[in-house]
Structure formats: structure tokens, C-alpha cells
């Protein structure tokens, strides 16, 4: 059992999906996405730090999935957004 436990994270953690795999990671992607950039853009009680560092989470996910350069411009704009000294100054 802990073998094939072993086994099972060592293929995930290795990115060794299957083509239904890739596709529910890409529509969980695309459903999530769009409106967790919407949330933390929204939050005001995250700092320009914390900001940043979600979208890049969820720009690097997007990278991981080799989304298109283009539908990723809009987690670019976003994190350029919060760099330091951009929008309230608290990064």
C-alpha cells in the first residue's frame, strides 16, 4: 500500500498526467482562474506582496499548462500591476 502510495505522488509530482488529466487540470484552470485573479485584485486586506505572489501562482499554473502566452496577459498586467511602488504602495 505505501509503496503504491509512493508511487502514485512520485508520478504526480513528475507530471506524468494522462490526456483526460491535462484536460480536467485546464477546465479547473479556466474555471478558476479568471475569478480568483477577480477576488485578490478586489481584496483590500492583502497587501501588493501577497497579491503579487497569488497571481504568479496562478500565472505559474497557467505556465505548467502551457496555456498560450496571449491568454496569460492579463495575470502579466496584473502582477506588473502590484509591483512595488504601483498601486497602494504597500509591497
Known amino acids: 500500500m505505501a509503496r503504491n ?9 513528475s507530471g506524468c498526467f494522462t ?8 477546465a479547473t484552470y479556466e474555471a478558476v482562474s479568471p475569478r480568483y ?4 485584485e478586489n481584496d483590500r486586506g492583502l497587501i501588493d506582496l501577497e497579491k503579487r505572489v497569488y497571481l504568479r501562482t496562478l500565472y505559474t499554473w497557467g ?6 502566452e496571449p491568454e496569460l496577459t492579463y ?3 496584473l502582477i506588473k500591476k502590484y509591483e512595488v511602488g504601483g498601486h497602494n504602495g504597500s509591497g
Open 63 to 68: 505556465l505548467r499548462l502551457k496555456v498560450p
Open 5 to 13: 502510495l509512493f508511487l502514485i505522488l512520485m508520478l504526480s509530482m
Open 37 to 40: 485573479a477577480c477576488y485578490i
Open 19 to 26: 490526456s483526460l488529466d491535462k484536460k480536467a487540470e485546464r
Open 75 to 77: 495575470l502579466i498586467k
